[in-house]
T-cell receptor, first 114, second 110 residues
Framework: EADIYQTPRYLVIGTGKKITLECSQT?????MYWYQQDPGMELHLIHY???????EKGDLSSESTVSRIRTEHFPLTLESARPSHTSQYLC?????????????FGPGTRLTVL | GDSVTQMEGPVTLSEEAFLTINCTYT??????LFWYVQYPGEGLQLLLK?????DKGSNKGFEATYRKETTSFHLEKGSVQVSDSAVYFC?????????FGAGTTVTVRA
């Protein structure tokens, strides 16, 4: 079944740890995105990718980094987690079908840094 | 640049009430317009969409019409249920990304 997956769903970790949030899609999409969602529910684009070996920073500056070595996989890494990184992180993908830039979202990872 | 202005919440209403959430946009070209819904603890789901002017998107009793003359895409439902309690996002599909509104939290009481 075509879908988009994120793991873990919840993560509680201490300050200074390195973490990687996983995102995979089986939709055959070329574009992928990472959003940070604040407690007020507003969404902020932090990274996007048009395809393999393509990554760009989004509208909101983020200390995280991303990579796109395989089409279906778009992991996000924080080298040294801090309490200010506590947030909900949403991954999305889009392809050539549907409306212009119609995106499909994963279930999200809720990160808490103590 | 592209932007979306969405009615602020929160909105609280009783079951079977009429719901409307206003959304207006600014864009160059001919964007697609979307409404996404986010239930508690979940990611966003596409609720409905419209890809050109005068298109009406509909799903699960919700409707929205792409109005180019008023640059609007208001969401409506005639009779809400408790299960419609969620956060609703209006979005505009531009050249390379979606531009989202700030989200409107809707709570429906039994």
């Amino acid at each position: 079944e075509a879908d988009i997956y994120q793991t873990p769903r919840y993560l509680v970790i201490g300050t200074g740890k390195k973490i990687t949030l996983e995102c995979s899609q089986t939709m055959g999409h070329d574009k992928m995105y990472w959003y940070q969602q604040d407690p007020g529910m507003e969404l902020h684009l932090i990274h996007y990718s048009y395809g393999v070996n393509s990554t760009e920073k989004g509208d909101l500056s983020s200390e995280s980094t991303v990579s796109r070595i395989r089409t279906e996989h778009f992991p996000l890494t924080l080298e040294s987690a801090r309490p200010s990184h506590t947030s909900q992180y949403l991954c999305a993908s889009s392809g050539v079908t549907g409306g212009r830039n119609e995106q499909f979202f994963g279930p999200g990872t809720r990160l808490t840094v103590l | 640049g592209d932007s979306v202005t969405q009615m602020e919440g929160p909105v609280t209403l009783s079951e079977e009430a009429f719901l409307t959430i206003n959304c207006t946009y600014t864009a160059t070209g001919y964007p697609s317009l979307f409404w996404y819904v986010q239930y508690p603890g979940e990611g966003l789901q596409l609720l409905l969409k419209a890809t050109k002017a005068d298109d009406k998107g509909s799903n699960k009793g919700f409707e929205a019409t792409y109005r180019k003359e008023t640059t609007s895409f208001h969401l409506e439902k005639g009779s809400v249920q408790v299960s419609d309690s969620a956060v609703y996002f209006c979005a505009l599909g531009g050249d390379y990304k979606l531009s989202f509104g700030a989200g409107t939290t809707v709570t429906v009481r039994a």
